[in-house]
Nanobody
Framework: QVQLGESGGGLVEPGGSLTLSCAAS????????MGWYRQAPGKERELVAT???????NYADAGKGRFTISRDNAKKTVYLQMNSLKLDDTAVYYC??????????????WGQGTQVTVSS
């Protein structure tokens, strides 16, 4: 059974930094695109950033210049380094990955989410 496990969320002051991690586990053949999304209270889930297996990245405007997505293919892990955090960055952050499991077909998996709260 394939799972995505996130870590690294927490409480940070405006201007601070956090790094989120998400590791894929289970019987996995290969992983294609990995990414981060977020959902603030009362709002829809939105894209933060994605990264391909060879490192091509895509960022939503909100995080450009402040957030950096990276991945370690050997560890099946994706990271999100967040700098200069703002109050508006407060949200539950979700990891997402397109995975081919050992049994089955390609599927887009989601993590359980990790809370990021930016507050003074």
């Amino acid at each position: 059974q394939v799972q995505l496990g996130e870590s690294g969320g927490g409480l940070v002051e405006p201007g601070g930094s956090l790094t989120l991690s998400c590791a894929a586990s289970g019987s996995i053949v290969t992983i294609n695109r990995m990414g981060w999304y977020r959902q603030a209270p009362g709002k829809e889930r939105e894209l933060v950033a994605t990264i391909t297996p060879v490192g091509y990245t895509n960022y939503a405007d909100a995080g450009k210049g402040r957030f950096t997505i990276s991945r370690d293919n050997a560890k099946k892990t994706v990271y999100l380094q967040m700098n200069s955090l703002k109050l508006d960055d407060t949200a539950v952050y979700y990891c997402n990955a397109d995975i081919l499991p050992n049994r089955g077909s390609w599927y887009s998996y989601w993590g359980q989410g990790t809370q990021v709260t930016v507050s003074s």
